[in-house]
């Protein structure tokens, strides 16, 4: 048989709890005994023993079961509960003397003894727990909240109470009933610490803001706000800039296209394509049109006839096919003086 080796619980503090931890959750935990592992395949195991027991099993007065003496019982295990991180739990059905006793604190802790696995450490089995005053280790999760003797009994996997706890607490929903203790007591021990006090905030934040070190938590949070103020307000002045830009941008690109139409360095045809290109590269369109040839005679464009006129002959019309110029459109803008 592997080495027994005995744990123990927190302070309870008065309040009689119906779940105990008995055994808690890590690797090579030290102990005076020496060290043990218990992770979820451990966990999962112990448990499983546990089920094949009909009896439940008993928590006793300073391990006398084990002793061979008179061992009255505390109360029983009804069962075991894997709360993975946190480690076995047990749920208790105390006896009224082991009630008064941890009502008056006479006992204050709890000690599982269990079986481990010399290799490796490993725990096998839970054996017997204890109700002592002489722990060999601490630091187990609490039973019971310290402030106020409050316990929280929400089915966390039904009541939507629990999630919204959570999220106030600044909790995942995957939190226990102690990391939200925890939570409460620390949001009342800060409360408490903050009463009437000055807030201290770290220099290059005080230095960047403006203020002193000695800056209250009001001048704190009335410098932020105005920089926040402020920040909207840049913001709306920036994109209303932006649009004005943009619509004057718009505008440059029209005008640049309207003057190469009338200059004769685009068709009709081509103005759908010339306004985009121009609004999208303004100075790239501006190059294309002092490079084109033009392609319109100046003295057939609207505004600029010459009675004269053009007749259309073989090279007219082989141009206006390269330009993508319609015969129609053609006599629109080069129609004879009659």
């Known amino acids: 048989m592997d080495p027994i080796l005995v744990l123990i619980c927190k302070d309870m503090n008065g309040v009689v709890p119906d779940e105990i931890q008995v055994i808690p959750y890590g690797t090579e935990i030290d102990t005076p005994k020496g060290k043990f592992t218990l992770d979820d395949e451990c966990a999962a195991a112990v448990i499983a023993e546990f089920g094949t027991h009909k009896n439940q099993m008993v928590i006793d007065y300073e391990h006398q079961t084990l002793q061979g003496t ?4 505390a ?11 946190d480690g076995i739990w047990a749920a208790v059905e105390w006896t009224a003397k082991a009630k008064t006793y941890i009502t008056n604190k006479e006992y204050k802790y709890v000690s599982p003894v269990f079986l481990k696995r010399i290799s490796d450490n490993r725990v096998l089995r839970l ?3 204890a109700l002592t005053n002489q722990p060999n280790i601490d630091g187990m999760v609490p039973l019971v909240n310290k ?3 409050i316990t929280i009994k929400i089915n966390k996997e039904e009541s939507t109470m629990w999630k919204e706890l959570l999220k106030k607490l600044g909790l995942a929903e995957t939190a226990t009933e102690q990391d939200a203790i925890a939570a409460i007591n620390k949001i009342e021990t800060d409360a408490a610490a ?3 006090a000055v807030v201290v905030a770290n220099k290059s934040v005080l230095t960047a803001l ?3 070190e000695t800056a209250t938590e009001a001048e704190i949070t009335g410098t932020i706000m105005a920089m926040k103020q402020s920040h909207t307000q840049v913001s709306a002045l920036a994109q ?3 649009t004005m830009k943009d619509a004057l941008a718009v505008k440059d690109a029209t005008d640049a296209v309207a003057v190469a139409m009338k200059e004769g360095k685009i068709t009709p045809a081509q103005k759908e394509w010339a306004d985009a290109y121009a609004k999208a590269d303004l100075a790239g369109f501006k190059v294309f049109v002092s490079k084109a040839p033009v392609v319109v005679p100046l003295d057939k464009i609207a505004g600029n006839e010459s009675p004269a006129g053009v007749v259309l ?8 096919k390269q330009m993508g110029i319609d015969e129609e459109t053609f006599n629109k803008y080069n129609k004879k003086e009659k």
Do not use: S
């Open 210 to 212: 403006g203020l002193a």
């Open 70 to 73: 008179e061992a009255p019982a």
């Open 75 to 85: 109360g029983w295990i009804t069962k075991l509960i894997n709360k993975g991180k």
């Open 147 to 149: 402030a106020g003797d």
């Open 313 to 320: 002959d073989d090279v007219q019309i082989a141009v206006n």
């Open 194 to 196: 903050a009463k009437g």
């Open 240 to 242: 209303e800039l932006k």
């Open 127 to 129: 054996i017997n727990v």
